[in-house]
Structures are given as structure tokens and as C-alpha cells.
């Protein structure tokens, strides 16, 4: 059993700082990785580091966890989001020493998102951001510069970013989330991976790549009927679980015949369909692939599933996997392919397809070159992380009240029916109102803690139903929540002037534990549609170079002198000060300081005027900020390690390991309690 | 469970190359590499810790292959070599060696690393675009017209292999069947897009190299049953000939993975027996002569054809396949429930027994225009025919290559020693444009770009494995050799022969300077007699990939901050 303490968890964070920080920013160099199997891996991307480290503390792998989560939802950002991190760590062990307990930092840190954050992004930040929209190529390759060059060599990122550009264009992807969002669902099989040839010689190619050779190639020009199938044309003799009885010679000959008759049937409707291309999931049999040579069509085979799909998907036609009878085709299946060749890849040889332009898109694939696979793959993983930011960024972020509105409507149901006992919580309320001071936030600390236990035991026999509310928020857990009394007093009509949008700088001392009858679906529904909408536009861009950093800490600051909390306070200048460390890092020494007073010169008018050297998106940076806070409050949440060997947890049984899982994914329940005993 | 052993944590270095001990293993594997290069390359013997198989070897792929590397940074190097190889078939040296130097003299000097990558990176685009240029002095077309160019391209693979042993009257006799090969794999005339043929070589051990020889057709195993009096049978005239991929041993086709329940009477074998039988007889109905099978055939019907007077050729292997193919005209039949349709049937010229070495094999004639042929390639002992074996696919792989640029390189180090002059002329001029560019200082793209002169000049030196002097002339940029024991204090304008690629007799006009010192900066010149034939050629998209390749690691290998292995 270790305690984990605010030093540790510092300490973890500095350790991984100094590795990635080296890699961050446009000057950061590569790190290479050899495995245990020989395998040759090089990067500078934050996350490919921080798995391929092998790490074997619980609180650096609930990190590197917090860190894999975030860069799944933006593609981007996770040295970013350890140096963060790392600052708001310092923040908070300064803080302590200052007096200042951790813990409650974390408290203080959970409604800060919802209450001081969005409220500063979406009056201060997001109106400085210019667009990407409308379709802007100067932008987007400002932006896709801007991201590669934090991810390969700063000699490939600017032909890296032309080559983003082009497979934008060509696919006339102008900036609509759906086609952003295909092209980074299938960036898998729209990409080849080409080791052993310069990264210039990369390309875009028209068409789809099918990771097969031709079984069958039958020249054809022009465009050409394909079908796309799943099954075997040539059904095996006995397939697995059937049993076959043979009585007597002629009854093999039938057999054989009746199979081989079926191939004939099959080659025939394809005739009739004039198909000139076979594209199959399964392996075809040597018959099929003779009857096709005969008949004039070409043959891919063992196409992988997710490729044939995506075959489907563009050209628009379905996948036939009826098992019997090919005489099913019929017209929906086939498809229709502007061109189909071989082409040459580095050392394999593949099927290249063309697609006419559907849905006002035009697919393209892209070969990806390195001279060493670990190169080729260090751009391929790039560029998948390109192709997910720019997913992103064409995607507006809505406010967080109005997106998990239905979850937190599913998370009361839940509560009303759990509701412990009445007297409790008139108890909690009496408390929590008469708040202001942080000897009453403690109080409200410990109630909160007992409210979640009690909310732990099924209790079906209740009284009157509080509606007690759990702040919404973009991620699910068990918690509990204090819910927010403007918003409250907005639904009982006893502030009916104040609007939730303005209230979003309030005082998270106000939390309270409001006792009210009010049924939360029409409260929830009533906050979404006053918060109406959009926090943040989609496209929205900003200069690279710590202009979100620099613009956040400065309207945090400011919010500090208009809020009288001293908690949200605290935990402004903390995350206004954590900002910081990105652009200190970016530039060493004098030149930070410099940065900072030309920022705060630019300030008065306005910061994108400025010739720009590169652009980044609005929304992965406040994502980022949401990420890391959650990051920090996940690991502050946890107060003991408890390490267990594996033969005596089988012995111990199912709850113990439940437990350790628990520990693991580092979702505590804030207080430890459990684990303490 | 107790063989469960728990991961290791992995183990870091940063910094790697400011690591005395890493540069220590990059300069022994530079060492490696440099006394294997050129003609007069000195051979390395690897033989692994358990005994086995010796190999001797001089050729970047098969030594950086066979050598298991301690350090990852080695790791890095051979595999970018190994596979610019794999796709150019030459220049693996040379991509070594000045990757390794660009590293070797980037550490030297007081320039942040980064700054050194962006100056390498610059410095090879004016490279690049100078080779692209069709006024580039080190470059000369490939006229197709003529086997001149396509000689000293073969030349130049074949001579820079020494661990092939050959003697100049067999370099020459091995360059010119290569060719020949070469020739042969071109069809004459074929409406649409040309697809070059095949060449199989075939490796006969312990026969001279003049006994190297290129057959027109293919060779194939001369199987067993066959009688010399069936053959003089069918001496002459064209034959039909049957081709079969599918497998006649006589197993169900397709039986999936289900149960057979056989009632004692029924015989399966005796089913699929009747069915090939039937086939047999219509191969015998339309007159096959010789039957061909990529798998094996079942005796029963190899009897029945061979009653019949047909040839039976099995287990040809898919490696002869296509080869067979392009060679007969025929379809491979991929089922034997069907009747062999008519237009599948192809056509040999003729047959007649081969004896290469101690095998006896049957050469099959193509009848017409195959563009098929078989390479015959006779040497001493197995670890010289190996090499030449490499050496001989790797020349055809870069006249292949030639087809599609026609262009080559000057060899015999001209072009290191040309290119370093030129871009130390032009990196004078080029320095200003570039200071704002990179935000360097003069004096720190100055030392950048001396450093990669170094490093070209390198490559060229390491061609010297005599201690003898090399130099360069300073009106041309060429490379010169000063053979070993000529008198100190002779002039070098008498004691030097041509230059390295032969493109300029001896002359004693020129003015020259040792190739490793500092020489006042010259715009080279192209040379001016035009009718001279370079006498070594080196593949123009292989270097110029290689140069890209070398430069291109070399920076990475500059940009590494961290190292982390996984040990367990």
C-alpha cells in the first residue's frame, strides 16, 4: 500500500514532461524506439511515445490512459496535454504548500470547466478566432503545416501539409463534416504504406487502393461493371458441420457435377450482368478463377472486410454474401468502376480502382513513402492524426449543457429512484445553503461524501423524491453532483431574469444541494435551450505560437478580479498560470518574455491581424484544456495504491479484483475510503 | 504462471549521438562498409556463433543482411540501405558510406543539429535539381540504340562486385550475356503497352565462367522416366503442349472441412481417378505432346500418358510458371472437371537434353517471339556463383530501370568527385539566398556545406583500399587514381592513367589536387571531347535515390533526441 501524494504524482509528470518535451514544437527532434521483436519505430508523435514506454507505475499508466483518450477524440495534442498537466501539478503542490488542500483543488477544478471555462471561451476566446469556413486553402494549409510540424521532421512537413491539401481538394471535401468524417473513419484502407523510397515520392492517387493483387487481370478499358462479394462461388464438397453420405459412385459424380454446375450458373449471371471485375472477401476456387479467366473478368480475392465495405460504400452498390445462389444478382449489386489496373507499390503490386464522384465526392487514396518502415510509418500515423484534427475542426463543439443533456436526465432517473432518506438531506441542504466561507465548503465536502455512499445502497423503500441534480458533463461516472442553484432558482421562477448563459461565471460556492420537486426532464430540456447551442463554430482557427495559452490566461486573470470565490479564484490563477508553461516552452528564455509583451500589445486590436505563421484549431485546443483538467482531476482523485499479486487475488476472489480495476483506471471515487480499509 | 516473467521497464538514452560509445559502433560499421567498396573492395567472411554456412561477400544487401546489429542507431542505417536496395538493386554502399560520414562530420561541428539537417536538406536539393539538369557534366544519355552504354552499365554493377572473382576477359564475357539476356526480354513487336519477358538463370557450379552462356526457351528438370529414344521420337517439328496449375495427384477438389460418411464400395480416389483419365484422354485426342504440371501428377495417368507418347513434366514450380507461360503461349488450367478448352493448348519449337555441370536438363524451344530466355551462369565454386548470381540480377534490374529514364551516371567515382565540386562552387553563391531562409549564419552553412563536400569526397576516397593517392582535377571535377608505387616525385600529370569512369585519357593539361584537401572552388566543366564512350556507368535513378536516401537517414539520425529500447 503506498500513499499517493500530490509530490508522486509531480514527480511522475516531470518525468514524462522531459521526455516528450524535447520532441514538442516546431524544433523538437525525434525519438526512436526499437521493440523487443526488432522492429523499428521512429516519432515525435507525444502519444506513439508514451505507449511505446512500457510503464510500469499505476499513476503514469492512468496517464498515459487520460492521454490515449484524449488523443482519440482530437488526433492531437498529447505532449501538449503532459506539459499542462505537469504545470497544473506544480500549480497545485505550490498551492498546497500555501495551504491550499489538493483535494479540494479537485473539487474546486470540477465545476470550473462548466462554470468559468466555456463561459470564457465563448465570450472572450471564440470571437478572435477567424474561420475556416468559408472553404479557405490558404487556411487549411496554415493548419495542416502548423500540425505536422509538431509531428515529423520540419523537412517533410511543409510537402506533407501540400499533400493534406491536395487529397482535400481532390476529394472536394470543402469543409463538410461528412466527408471529413469518412475519410478519417476509413483512413485505414485509403492509405498505403510504400518503405524504401523517399518521403517526396508520396502521392495521391484517384481511386481506391485494394491491398490484393489481381488473382485474375483480364484487360479492360474504360469504366467496367464490378460486383462486390462476401461468399464462395464454388461451395466446398462438405463444409464444416455438415456431414456427407455417400452411398455410391453416381451419388459422387452428382455431387461433383451439381457444384461444378453452380460455378457454371454463377460465370453465366455474370455474363448476363456484363460484371467485368470480381471483387471477393473470400477465397475463390481454382474453378471460379478459370471460369473468370475464360470469361473475361478480372478477380481480386481475400479482399480484407473493412476494404470491401468501403468498396460497397463508394460505389454505391451492395455487398452480395446471399451463401447459395448466384443467380441472385440482380442489378443493386453491381457497381460501377471508371477504371481498374494493377499498380506498383514499393515492393507489392495491388488493385487500383476508380470511382465516379458521388454525394459531391470524388475518392482518393494516398501512398505514403519512407526509406525505413519506421519512417513510412511515423507519416502515415501523421497524417492520420491530420486526417482526425481536421474531422474535428469541421465539427462545431456544442456547449457541454445542451450535449449531455439526455445523459444527465438518465443520470437523475437513476438518483430519484436511490434517494436515500429525507432527513439527510434537509440536513445537507441546511448546510449548503449557508455557504460563502471554505470552512462551509468543507462541511459541503463531507456531505457530498456521505451523500454518494448512501446513494451506493439500493434503497427502494423512499420518501418524497429530491430532485437532486448531477451536473452534466462530457464524460459518464458515478459521481454524484451538487447542482448549480442559479440554474435552479431559474426553474423554480424565483430569479426569472437571470439566464443561465450569464450565469456561467458564478460562484461554484453556490453549489448546493437544492431540494425541489421540480422533475428534471423539463429543467434539463428548459437549460439546454436557454444555453442555445454552439460553443464554439466550426472552423474556428487560431494562431499558432501560444495565442490560445497567452489569450486564456489573460481573460482567466481577468475573471479572477470580477468573481469573489476565493475557490474559483484559486483555481483560475492555477489554470491561468498552467497555460503558460506551453508557450515558455516554445520559447526558451528572453524570448518568451518578449512573446508575452507582444502579445499583450496585439491584444488591444486584433491578434490574428498579424501575419500568422501557422494556424491551429480552436476546438482541439479547448478540448485539450477540458482533457487535461479531467486528467487532473482523475489522478488527484486517488489517495492510495494498493498493489496485489495475481495468485492472491484469485484467491481473494471477485470483489478484491474489482477493486484493484477500480485503482487502475484511476476512477476513484474521490475519497478512498474503500480502499483505506 | 512461473514462466510468466514481467516485462522489463525499457532503457533510455537521449542524446545519441553526443554518445562517445554509439558513434563508436556507427564508425565500425563505417569502417565495414568502406573497405567493401569498388572494384578493389576487400571481402568480408561471416560465419554465425553455432558454425553453419560461411559467406564470403562484398554486396551491401546480402552483408547488412546477414550482420545482426548491437545498436539501434546501426539498425536504422542498414535498414534504410537495405531497403533503397531492394527497390534500386545498387548503390547500397555508397548510400552507407555517406550516410555514415554526414553523420561523423555533422558531430563535429559547433552547429545545433537541427541547423545541419536543414543546410544537408538545401544543399541536396541543389544536388537534385543540378542532376536533373540535362547540362549536368556527370550525367550521360543512355542511347538504347546502342549496346555501348547498356555494357558499361553492367560493367560498372558487375566489376564493383568482387566477391565474384572474375578476371577481366570474364567480367566482360559475363557483361555481354547479361545484355544479351536483356535483349532477349524485349519483345519485337507487340501491339499496346510492352511487357518485358522473363530471363531464368540457372546456376551451374564448377564449370569456367566462359562456359556461361544465354538459351533461348526455358530449361526444366529432365524427368526421370524419360527415355533418350522418346525423345529422338520427337525431335523436330512444333508440339502442342498442356499446361496444368491444379494438382492431378488425385485429391477431391474443394472438400471442405465437414465429414465424409463412404459407403465401403465407393471409392473417392477411384472417382476423381476416372476424372482425370477422362482428361487425359482428350489431351491424348487433341495431340498434346508434352504435358506440363506445376504440381504433381498421378502415376496412374503419367503411365497412361506416357503409353501415349506424351512427355509428362511435373512439379515445375510456381517460379517457372509464368516463365512457361510467356515462353509456349499457353493457359494454365486450373481445374481438371472440365474439358481442356482448345485455345489453352501452347507451342514448343522443340525439345532436346541440356547437360549443365552434372544435370541433365530438357530444353524446352519457343516457338515465335517469347521474349523468354535462360540465363546460364557458370563459375567455380557455389560462393562465387552466389555473388555472381546477385550480381548478374542486379545488372538486369538496372537496365530495366534504364528503360524508363535513359539516363546514367558517370561511375569510378566521377560523379562523388564532380558533384562535391560543383556544390562547393555553388555554395558560395547560394549562401546568401539561403542565410534568410534557414536563419543561419554565413559561417555555419559554410562549415555545413563543407562538411558534406567531406563527406562526398569520402565516398570516392573509399574507393582507394591501397594507400595509394586519389585526386581531382580541377577543370573537370573528375576522379583520378595514382597507382600504387608510382615515384614520389614524378609529376602527377605523368604517372596518372584515364579517369575513374574512363571518359578522359590521360593527359597531362590538367591541373589536380588530392582528393581530401581543400581545393579553390571551379564551376566543372562537362567534358569537351563528345564522341568518348564512359567506360563505367553507374544507374542514374539508383544514385540519385541513393543520394536522397543517404542524406535523408543522415538527418534523422541528426534529429534523434531519445533512444528507447525494449529489452524485454
New interface residues.
Partial sequence: MARVEVGTLLQIAEALEA?VG??FGP??????????T?E?L?TRDGWK?LT?????HPVARVLVDCVSAHCETTGDGAKTFVLLLAALLRGVQAGRLQGLEARRVALALHSFQTQVLDGVIRRHVAPLASSLLPWDPVCLGLLTQAYFQGKV???HCSFLSEMACEFYRRWRCRGDPEGAALISRHFAQLHTTV??????RSRVLEGLVIHRDFAVRCRADGPLRALAVAVPM????????????????D???RC??W??GRVELGIASMRRLQVRLLISGVKQ???V??HA??AGVSVVECVDGDELALFCHLSGAKLFDHPGDWSLIREEYIATVMFCQPVVL??DRFAHVGFREGRGLLPHCLALCG?????ADQCVSAFRGAVRMLQRVFEPVQSHHQQSGEEANENTAIYTVKRPNLHNKVGLHCTATSIGDNANLNTQFTANERLQALLRCPDKSLGPLCAGQSQPRLNTETEAEPKDQTSDRVQNGKAPGTQPGDNFGNEMCSDVLAVSGVTLGSHTHKLGSASSGVLIEAGSLLPVGGTFEFLLHHYLLQHTSQTSCPDTQAACRLVAGAMLCVPRQLYSGKRFLEAQSRFTRTLTADPTSERVQGLESLACKYQLVVSALQGLRTLLSVDVILHTS??CQKERGREKGEEEEEEEDGDGDGDGEEEGS | MSRLSKKQPSVCTSDPLSDGEVCRKLAVLRQILTSCFGPCGRLKQIHNNVGGHVLTTSTSAVLLKSLTMSHPVQKLLAASVLNHVSRFSDCGLFAGILCSSLVDHARGLSVQPGMVAAVYRRLLGLCGSYLSRDNCGCKVPVDLGSSHSLLALVRGVVTSKPACMLTHGEARHIGVRVVQAFLHTIPHHSPGPVCLGKTVTVAVEGRPVGDSTVLPGLLVDLPETLRPADLEQLAQGAFRLALFSVSLAGDLSEPGEGTYEVDWEVCLEATVLGQLLRLAEQVVRDGVRVFVCQRVVHPVLQQYLRKHGVIVVERLGIALLEPLIRATGAQAVATFQTPVPAQSYGQVAGLCVQHCGSREMLHLLPAGDSACCTLVLCHRNETMLNELKVACQRAEHILRLTLKEPWALLGGGCTETHLCAYIRHQCHSDVCRAMPELGCTRADYLQVADGFCRSLDAVGRALEHDDGERLVDLTHGHHWAVPVGAPPQASWGDVVGSCGCGLMPPRRDLEWSPLSTEYPPFSPAPPVDTEAHPLVLDSFPAKSNALQVAVETANLLLDLKYIIEDVS
Wanted: net charge neutral; aromatic share 2%.
Fill in positions: 521526455v524535447r520532441c524544433n523538437g527532434g525525434q525519438v526512436l524506439f526499437t521493440r523487443d526488432g523499428v521512429i511515445i511505446s514506454l512500457q510503464l510500469d521532421t520540419s523537412a518503405p524504401g523510397l523517399p518521403v517526396s464454388h461451395p466446398p464438397l462438405a463444409p464444416t458441420g455438415v456431414t456427407l453420405s455417400l452411398a455410391s459412385h451419388q459422387v459424380q461433383c457435377s457444384l461444378d476456387s481454382a474453378l478463377l478459370d479467366q475464360r514499393g515492393p526509406p525505413v518502415p519506421g519512417m495475481v495468485r
